[in-house]
């Protein structure tokens, strides 16, 4: 079965550090591109950081630029997000996702697996 199991969340100061990780099953794993979003109490799910499947490319979110690094170990089957310079705005509940498509008669197929989330709360 497909598991996306994010694991890293927690209580961490202003200025502070963490670094998620998402342990993928079940599919294959180095033809998905991974992304991390967030989402706040009363606040719409945001894309924070997104990796290509061979680890080639990256793309960030304004708000995280040159404080957030997301990275892949595909031999693992694990996406990293490294969150340095914490905020409070920072704070939500960060899901891990995957994408990938397959071919079809009519054209693509897109598939989509999210993971159940890891709680990320950054206050003194």
């Known amino acids: 079965q497909v598991q996306l199991v994010e694991s890293g969340g927690g209580l961490v100061q202003p200025g502070g550090s963490l670094r998620l990780s998402c342990a993928a099953s079940?599919?294959?794993?180095?033809?998905?591109?991974m992304s991390w979003y967030r989402q706040a109490p009363g606040k719409e799910r945001e894309l924070v950081a997104r990796?290509?499947?061979?680890?080639?490319?990256?793309n960030y979110a304004d708000f995280v630029k040159g404080r957030f690094t997301i990275s892949r170990d595909n031999a693992e089957n694990t996406v990293y997000l490294q969150m340095n310079s914490l905020k409070s705005e920072d704070t939500g509940e960060y899901y891990c996702?995957?994408?990938?498509?397959?071919?079809?008669?009519?054209?693509?197929?897109?598939?989509?697996?999210w993971g159940q989330g890891t709680q990320v709360t950054v206050s003194s």
């Open positions: 996702n995957a994408m990938g498509r397959g071919k079809t008669f009519w054209g693509s197929r897109t598939y989509n697996y």
């Open positions: 990796i290509t499947s061979s680890g080639g490319s990256t």
């Open positions: 079940g599919f294959t794993f180095s033809t998905y591109d």
